[in-house]
């Protein structure tokens, strides 16, 4: 399997859960567990570039796959994606669990939809929990973020 | 290497800084207790009750212990008189002790019987499957009004009755007042339990260095000094001897904020083993086992004149508190908050309540955001909003005929709470004005018109904040949260570390602090760094709860740092042959007011100090480090104030009920960072409206919950929380460093007077009927309606 | 929470996977999109002894027209059934119901198949199957058969599906001139309290055939044929949804939770019921 652009290969237990391979057996730390049947997101990860809930996939599964965590965004904390950069400038997070599965949801939003309508945010963010922010500030990130990638575009 | 300063000063008190947190939480680079591995670290899974209340006859754990990769397994009588106590001082509180692992009963459906030690989680939930439980259920206490009659069987069975303790006060003009007034209007509010839900659940590593005689535990925690210190006791282990460090977490809420048995687990499990042991509590195990909260039910009268105003206010308070007094609140602390805050924000002179925290065999009880606020002013709103049918007046008018004004304060309340300042009169105004309120009724008929159940409503509260020794003492809790520390250290380089005993876990402190900080020292927050959660670090203090980190903490980094300022101006002061007080900090130097060549770099004094003591004058001691802990006057605390308004529409068919607006205008007094306040009050009004319309724990009738999986209990995602309109005003405090005050949970308070109150509204066109219960499912909601229809043929 | 251990087997072709199936029968469970059994097995409430993953079997993610049918493998995704523009040519309904399911990430894995051999009785896809006449493929090693949604909803959770067998498809009637859709839900993405599909076949302007079926309503979804005659020879009009809706009360008798209790979904089938027949007059067609 490739994970964040990195040919990788485990042998693992077929039951080992996806979200569990990326943490504990790749030191992935930054995808997060919050309720292990696919409800609240934090475990969002991109499968072959699409979202998914890597807490009701099977690591096994991943064979032959790509999956990209959070840590494919950056390069360390000087060299942020301007998804982070928006998420930053705008008080897009709190706490920071629901963060890293926000972030990644947003990605796929955007690269969907670069001009989404607040409505169209909301609905695109709604598998993902914050607990934290009440999603005003995560809105106006998102916003801000398709902004700034549209701008990287244009220049 | 100090930051080269820009040639303006950086002045950070009052601006929308960028959190100095983020950048690592972004990249995922947090360190939350589960990103966190020990060499040996073993894999805990506890056995739990599936009884709400039986004696465990027989535990057999012989198969468990033979699973594959299994090291031990506890059970209650390993563990023995190892147990949380919390007692309060009022008189006739009853005692409980709260077990690390239950021996012998069962007390709720979730208790921790056994804990299974394995090398691998996976291994150690296999073996946890295994262990074998005898019950023998005893009759449930579930329904907490049902708790008190004579014939309800004891949760302890060595108490007199299930209530923790009686509580009652009247006042002494209340029998004659009521006697007087020609008008009242009664109501039962009913506020189903649930609970903060932080995203995280909780976690814990026990570490135990046999050789070092070291146990440190990392846990999910909002008071790690209080832990460490109701550990050390409830264990017997030498405080000095503990260390507890909580980094990274996931939210608490108040959720994090008490002492619990799988925290005395882990430790003990370490200490036998002496192997780190780590616990991850799994979110089914979250919603069982971590503390509850906001199950309130009130009968309350308010009696008034013919203008609406209120001048007597009876109230019997009853709070569902499961079967333990939980550390370090004791279970007093929900019912004495809300005898005390029930008054709300208005001039009402009499006052007679009772107040009963029961002991029931649901979930323990612990904090969440408010506390009993929300319940109370749930029920105060509720009633204004009567009061302004009975007299036909507008609810906005009501409330304008009872609030506190700026005459008035200080102003003792009925409930005996001293409201420093506030702004309630203006604060709503400012609200009706950006909100065109007028404009909003008329549209409402025009929407009536077309058939749309349409409804407004309104909430208002002030908020105690930041309260600190004399108010903790009032509530006769055994540790008096009186004061929180920082100690600030300046280093050679000139950069600053503040070690603080309160804790962070979404609050952005790392940057408040350090904005507090930085000012009285011409620094730049880039060049100071925040330090909290481990008990090794700041001398003591409690913890982050009840808004008062940034008053206390940020106060106490304030003074502090103002402390250092001092060392620092009179060791340039001897050097440049000066006054101390004609020394001035500004863009990253120090010199002499009037002639800034005469001075030092910011950096080159610090080194002076450490490096060059024979240039420090005598009697002053060459190091740059001040230690505060602040207790902010007057200690019954400073009190932040709210309006916030909702515009629904409720479905006639559904009962689902649709915000269409929401706004606030909140007086916090003067924001540090206002970025950071307005994202407090959004997270709160978003779990406001979970409590008015989601969130619920739903038991059955022999105390089994039901609501094990986010399937069941419902949070609200981003398409049901609405934007949100905030407006300031900014109200001083009197008293405080700064004039500030605190502001964390306040927009979670009213969302559910509010939107109860916009729905009863809403459903007026139909009929009249008192909508006195949250949270309004939309089942719920139907059945209103059918009242309303069946009121409105009668 | 962890699942309980369980041996995994990932067939490249359909054959093989059903001599997996063949060989293990009721030890054995498929697994698609897993949306909703991995939740249930993480829980352990679900604790198969062999997971048959389904998701190398390329030929199963086809869909496609054939005749008067949309044929939909047992791999096509919600996504796909959300965002495929030749699906929605011939069975525009797909997409307005796959916007209903979860969010994104479960729209990307889960699958329509899936859900239709869960049997959730509050799930889409079964209710749509029942309107539209779907035809449900089975397959075991050596033969295949195919059965009517409409017998294939046995009870909570359970279809005529043997141990041994593979859903391979199912196909949905393109032919049905109207139809409608109305799902109430305690939020976005949640699973259906209760949802109607309505499905007729118009003549000058007056219902010859009408279909519609529930989710949330019972121990599985269920058609109502009483309101479904109720609905033939009306128009599609506000009086036909009143007049249909009442019909459609009287017919079921559905089972409470802490979501709903009886009284109240008995009162929300009229509810829905009245809304789909109104959704499917003001979509036209």
């Not at chain 3, 698609?32 to 389904?54: C, F, K, T």
Request: proline share 5%.
């Amino acid at each position: 399997m490739k994970v964040n652009g990195k040919e990788t290969t485990r042998e693992v237990d077929p039951r080992r859960l996806l979200v569990d391979f990326l943490r504990h057996d790749l030191q992935l730390t930054g995808t997060h567990v919050g309720c292990e049947h696919g409800v609240c997101g934090a475990c969002t990860v991109l499968f072959d570039g699409e979202t998914v809930r890597s807490c009701i996939m099977f690591a096994v599964q991943a064979d032959g796959h790509e999956v990209e965590t959070v840590e494919s965004l950056a390069d360390g904390p000087d060299d942020l994606h301007p998804i982070q950069v928006a998420f930053w400038e705008n008080h897009g997070l709190q706490c920071g669990f629901c963060t890293p599965g926000m972030l990644m949801a947003t990605k796929e939003l955007l690269e969907e939809n670069p001009d989404p309508a607040e409505e169209e945010i909301r609905i695109a963010l709604a598998g993902n929990i914050c607990r934290c922010t009440g999603y005003v500030h995560i809105v106006s990130a998102v916003r801000a973020a398709a902004a700034g990638m549209a701008a990287e575009r244009m220049s | 290497m100090v930051s080269e300063s820009p040639t303006q000063s950086p002045r950070f008190f009052g601006s929308r800084v960028k959190r100095v947190e983020d950048p690592r939480l972004l990249v995922g680079g947090g360190r939350f207790v589960d990103d966190i591995e020990k060499v040996g670290m073993l894999h805990a899974s506890f056995v739990r009750s599936v009884e709400a209340r039986a004696r465990i006859t027989r535990i057999d754990t012989s198969e468990a212990e033979r699973m594959p990769g299994v090291v031990k397994v506890f059970t209650g009588s390993d563990f023995s008189g190892k147990e949380v106590r919390c007692v309060s001082a009022y008189d006739g509180f009853q005692v409980s002790a709260y077990p690390a692992l239950a021996d012998g009963e069962a007390r709720f459906n979730g208790e921790a019987l056994a804990m299974v030690i394995a090398e691998d989680p996976y291994q150690a939930e296999d073996a946890a499957e295994r262990v074998i439980v005898d019950y023998e259920p005893l009759p449930a206490v579930v329904d907490a009004e049902k708790a008190l009659l004579e014939d309800s069987p004891l949760v302890h069975e060595e108490w007199r009755s299930n209530a923790f303790v009686e509580r009652k006060y009247k006042s002494a003009g209340f029998d004659d007042a009521i006697e007087k007034l020609p008008h009242a209007v009664s109501g039962r509010f009913v506020m189903a339990r649930h609970s903060g839900i932080p995203l995280e659940t909780r976690a814990a590593i026990g570490d135990y260095d046999t050789a070092g005689r070291m146990l440190t535990l990392w846990t999910t925690t909002q008071i790690p000094y209080l832990i460490r210190t109701g550990l050390a006791d409830a264990i017997g282990l030498p405080e000095n001897r503990v260390r507890v460090i909580s980094p990274d977490v996931g939210g608490g809420f108040g959720v994090k904020g008490q002492l619990y048995p799988e925290e005395l687990a882990c430790s003990l499990a370490s200490i036998d083993l002496g192997r780190p042991v780590k616990w991850v509590e799994d979110r089914r195990e979250h919603l069982l086992a971590s503390h509850h909260a906001r199950e309130h039910t009130h009968e309350a009268t308010v009696y008034f004149d013919d203008d609406g105003v209120v001048h007597a206010l009876e109230a019997r308070i009853v709070v569902n508190m499961g079967p333990y007094s939980v550390f370090p609140w004791t279970s007093t602390m929900d019912t004495g908050m809300a005898m005390g805050i029930l008054p709300g924000p208005y001039k009402i002179k009499d006052y007679s309540v009772l107040g009963f925290p029961v002991a029931t065999n649901k979930t323990p009880y612990g904090a969440y955001r408010g506390v009993s606020r929300p319940a109370a002013c749930f029920t105060i709103e509720r009633l204004m909003d009567q009061v302004a049918r009975h007299r036909g007046l507008d609810p906005a008018e009501v409330r304008r005929r009872n609030y506190v004004t700026q005459a008035d304060y200080p102003y003792t309340s009925a409930g005996g709470l001293v409201y420093d300042s506030g702004s309630m009169i203006e604060s709503q105004e400012l609200l009706l004005t950006e909100t065109d309120y007028e404009g909003l009724r008329i549209w409402q008929e025009e929407a009536r018109a077309e058939g749309r159940l349409i409804g407004i409503g309104l909430g208002a509260y002030t908020e105690q904040t930041a309260h600190a020794t004399k108010e903790f003492v009032q509530r006769g809790v055994p540790i008096v949260f009186g004061y929180e520390t920082s100690t600030l250290r300046l280093d050679p380089q000139g950069t600053l570390v503040i070690s603080s005993s309160i804790h962070n876990h979404g609050q952005g402190l790392e940057t408040t602090l350090a904005q507090m900080a930085a000012d009285a020292l011409g620094m730049d927050i880039a060049d100071v760094r925040v330090d909290y959660g481990d008990t090794a670090q700041a001398a003591y203090g409690s913890g982050t709860f009840a808004s008062r980190s940034a008053v206390l903490a940020g106060g106490a980094a304030r003074r502090a740092s103002e402390q250092l300022r001092d060392q620092l101006a009179r060791v340039a002061a001897h050097n440049l042959e000066a006054s101390p007080d004609d020394i001035e900090f500004a863009d990253g130097r120090v010199f002499v007011k009037g002639s800034p060549e005469k001075g030092y770099g910011f950096g080159e004094l610090c080194r002076i100090v450490y490096h060059r003591p024979e240039l420090v004058p005598e009697g002053q001691q060459p190091i740059l480090e001040a230690t505060v802990a602040y207790d902010a006057p007057p200690g019954t605390g400073t009190f932040t104030n709210a309006t916030q308004l909702a515009v629904v529409e409720v479905d006639p068919g559904t009962g689902g009920v649709e915000i269409l607006r929401y706004a606030i205008v909140e007086d916090c007094g003067p924001m540090i960072n206002p970025l950071i306040v307005e994202g407090q009050i959004f997270g709160g009004i978003a779990q406001g409206i979970g409590s008015a319309l989601y969130e619920e724990f739903v038991y059955d009738d022999e105390g089994h919950l039901l609501t094990t999986t986010f399937m069941d209990y419902l949070l609200p995602g981003a398409p049901e929380v609405p934007p949100i309109e905030v407006f300031h005003l900014e109200t001083p405090s009197p008293f405080t460093v700064s004039g500030i005050k605190g502001m964390g949970e306040g927009g979670a308070i009213a969302p559910g007077a509010v939107i109860a109150g916009a729905v009863e509204d809403a459903i007026s066109t139909i009929g009249m009927v008192m909508v006195g219960e949250i949270p309004l499912t939309p089942e719920r909601v139907r059945r209103y309606i059918d009242l309303a229809q069946e009121a409105a043929s009668r | 929470m962890k699942p309980a251990p369980f041996e995994y087997h990932a067939p490249d072709t359909l054959a093989d996977a059903l001599d997996v199936l063949a060989q293990l029968g009721a030890e054995a469970t498929p697994l698609a999109g897993g949306q909703s059994l991995a939740p249930l097995m993480n829980l352990r409430l679900a604790r198969p002894l062999n997971i048959v993953d389904l998701n190398r079997i390329e030929s199963l993610s086809s869909v496609r027209v054939e005749g008067d049918l949309l044929e939909v493998g047992a791999l096509v995704r919600h996504s796909v059934m959300e965002r495929s523009d030749d699906v929605y040519r011939a069975f525009p309904v797909g997409r307005v119901v796959a916007a209903f399911i979860g969010y994104p990430a479960i729209r990307h894995r889960g699958t329509v198949v899936g859900s239709i051999a869960h049997a959730d009785p509050a799930a889409e896809w079964p209710c749509v199957a029942l309107a539209f006449d779907a035809e449900i493929t089975l397959a075991r090693a050596g033969s295949t058969r195919t059965v009517p949604a409409d017998g294939f909803f046995k009870t909570m959770l359970t279809t005529v599906r043997e141990p041994d067998e593979l859903i391979t498809q199912v196909a949905f009637s393109t032919t049905f001139d109207s139809w409608g859709f109305h799902e109430f839900a305690r939020r976005y993405g949640d699973f259906a309290v209760i949802a109607a599909a309505v499905a007729a076949r118009v003549s000058d302007g007056i219902v010859t055939e009408a279909r519609i079926s529930l989710a949330g309503a019972g121990d599985r979804p269920m058609r109502l044929l009483g309101a479904e005659a109720v609905l033939t020879g009306r128009s599609l009009d506000g009086d036909s949804a009143v007049a249909v809706a009442q019909a459609s009360v009287d017919l079921v008798e559905p089972l409470g939770d802490i979501h709903g209790s009886a009284g109240y979904r008995k009162d929300l089938v009229g509810v829905a019921v009245e809304r789909a027949v109104v959704d499917a007059a003001n979509r036209g067609g």
